[in-house]
């Protein structure tokens, strides 16, 4: 059974930074488009950011220049670097691995609040 565990989340001030990980298992990791997404309350979830197998990253217009995804396919883990975040981030961030035939994470919740 594929696993995707994240890790990261928590309270920060705006215009601070965390970093979110999502471990891997059960999955030819390296094959994988591995993506970032997150659910705010009383909203659709929506994507953050993706990178494809080949290093190819795309985010959605309201992180880029202040988030970064990144890989590390020896340890089988993604990474989200989330900088001048906004209390408009606050949410629930997922892990998901795949695209037509995709796994999720459980989430974690990232709140941004002075």
């Known amino acids: 059974q594929v696993q995707l565990v994240e890790s990261g989340g928590g309270l920060v001030q705006p215009g601070g930074s965390l970093r979110l990980s999502c471990a891997a298992s059960?999955?030819?990791?390296?094959?994988?488009?591995m993506g970032w997404y997150r659910q705010a309350p009383g909203k659709q979830r929506e994507l953050v950011a993706t990178?494809?197998?080949?290093?190819?990253?795309n985010y959605a217009d309201s992180v880029k220049g202040r988030f970064t995804i990144s890989r590390d396919n020896a340890k089988n883990t993604v990474s989200l670097q989330m900088n001048s975040l906004k209390p408009e981030d606050t949410a629930v961030y997922y892990c998901?691995?795949?695209?037509?035939?995709?796994?999720w994470g459980q989430g974690t919740q990232v709140t941004v609040s002075s």
């Open positions: 990178i494809t197998s080949g290093d190819i990253t």
């Open positions: 998901k691995a795949g695209t037509l035939v995709a796994y």
């Open positions: 059960r999955i030819t990791f390296s094959r994988y488009t």
